[in-house]
């Protein structure tokens, strides 16, 4: 793998560890504020700007306990020039439910990423529930 798709990677990893994580500081500092997305939670509506996933972070009790584990499963990575990318893989999340047994959670997940004033910003997702 080239360095751009590694760096890239590891920004997503990092992007998705302060998701699962409860850490909205880093997750702010990864996105574009003009961010847009398809999810679950927007009921099929498209979403602009940061305020939406703000109120996710925000909840009382976030980041959940006990600690998860987030990884990205057989990640794809189309490069579109040197300022443009396109991330899409199975999210795992790994926890414990509430009997403290292991649980794996999936998503499907796209992302994709813009290099904005020389730094890398996520500008969009879209993410479904795995079958």
Known sequence: MN????????LNQKLLESIV?????????LCDPSITCFEPEAR?????????????FELPGSPQKPAKNVSMA????????????????VRLTQSLDANGSPQT??????RVWQK??????????????GA
Do not use: C, N
């Open 21 to 29: 994580g409860g850490d909205w500081k880093t997750y702010e500092t």
């Open 44 to 56: 099929g509506q498209v979403v602009a700007g940061m305020a939406f996933h703000k109120y996710y």
């Open 74 to 89: 057989q990640p794809h990575v189309r490069l579109l020039g040197h300022d443009g990318a396109v991330l899409s893989y």
């Open 116 to 129: 904005i004033g020389g730094a890398w910003k996520h500008v969009h997702f879209h993410r479904s529930p």
């Open 3 to 10: 360095e751009l798709v590694l760096e890239l990677l590891a």
């Open 105 to 110: 959670g999936r998503m499907e997940e796209t």
